[in-house]
C-alpha cells in the first residue's frame, strides 16, 4: 500500500526543515555535555532556563516492571543558548544513558525538539518520541536498553495491556501489526486493498496512513481493528486536496 502526501504538505514539510537548517547552531567543541554516571548523580529538581524565561525541568516517569525513565535538558553550546536532551534508563541500582540528542536552538521551542515520552509502556518495551520535522519513534527493549524498531507516526495506533502495536515499514512500505509478547508480525496491506481500489486514489488527511488506525480489542487468538483513512478527495482547480470523504473499515486479524 503506497503513502500518498498532498502537494501542500510537501512544501509545509520543506519550510519546517528550512526552519531547523537556519536556527539549529552548531555544537562547539570546546563544551562536553555532563553525564550523569550513577544513580547517586541524578539531580531531578535540576532544570534550565531557556531565552524566553520558561524553565525546562528533568522528568521522571515509572515504567513496568520496575523501571524509571529520566529525561534530562543539558544546554550544549556556548554562542547561542541551545539544548539537547539525555534520557536514562534506571533499573536495579543501575543508571543507563540510552538516547542523547542534538535538540534545536533556544530561540525556537526547544523542548519541541527534545526526546518526549508519550505514556506508550509495554510491559518489556516502551517508546520515545523525538519531532524533527515529522515525528520519530524508537521502541526501546527495556532489558538491554536497546532500540529494536524506529518508525514515524504522531499518533501510533497501540494497546499496551495486550502488547500490540502498528506501525509502518518503511523499506517493506507496508504497514504492520506488531505482537510484541510473540514478536510476530501480521500485514494489514490485504485487509485494504479491496476497498482502496474499489475507491480509487485515496488520501489520509488527518495524519498519514501508519495513524490512521486504532485497535479496538484483542485476545489470545485475534485482534480486532479499524482504519479510518480518508477516501474520495476533493481537489480544486489546481488539484491540491482540500476535503475529503473519511470512511472506516472494520477487520480482524487471526494470530
Known amino acids: 500500500m503506497k503513502k500518498y502526501i498532498p502537494a501542500i504538505a510537501l512544501v509545509f514539510l520543506s519550510s519546517i526543515a528550512f526552519v531547523q537548517e537556519r536556527f539549529t547552531p552548531v555544537l562547539s567543541d570546546s563544551h562536553k555535555k555532563t553525564i550523569w554516571e550513577v544513580e547517586s548523580d541524578v539531580v531531578v529538581d535540576e532544570n534550565i532556563t531557556d531565552t524566553r524565561g520558561d524553565k525546562i525541568t528533568v522528568k521522571r516517569f515509572s515504567l ?10 543539558v544546554v550544549w553550546t556556548y554562542k547561542e543558548l541551545g539544548l539537547s536532551s539525555q534520557v536514562y534508563l534506571q533499573n536495579d541500582g543501575k543508571l ?10 533556544a530561540s525556537i521551542h526547544p523542548e519541541k525538539y527534545m526526546y518526549r515520552y508519550c505514556n506508550i509502556d509495554f510491559d518489556d518495551y516502551f517508546i520515545l518520541t523525538i519531532y524533527g520535522g515529522a515525528y520519530t519513534n524508537y521502541l526501546y527493549e527495556k532489558k538491554s536498553g536497546r532500540v529494536i524498531l524506529e518508525f514515524d507516526s504522531s499518533n501510533p495506533a497501540c494497546d499496551t495491556k495486550n502488547n500490540l502495536l502498528v506501525y509502518w515499514d518503511e523499506q517493506a512500505q507496508a504497514v504492520y501489526l506488531f505482537d510484541l509478547a510473540t514478536m510476530k508480525k501480521y500485514p494489514l496491506d490485504s485487509f485494504l486493498d479491496e476497498e482502496i481500489q474499489k475507491n480509487g486514489y485515496w488520501s489520509v488527511c488527518a495524519g498519514w496512513v501508519y495513524d490512521a488506525f486504532e485497535i479496538i480489542a484483542a485476545d489470545s487468538e485475534k485482534v480486532k481493528l479499524r482504519f479510518y483513512g480518508c477516501y474520495k478527495p476533493i481537489l480544486d482547480k489546481n488539484g491540491e486536496l482540500v476535503d475529503s470523504e473519511e470512511k472506516s473499515i472494520y477487520f480482524e486479524v487471526k494470530k
Open 96 to 105: 543507563r544513558l540510552i538516547a542523547d540528542s542534538d535538540g534545536g536552538s
Open 64 to 73: 513496568k516492571g520496575g523501571y524509571t525513565l529520566l529525561l534530562r535538558p
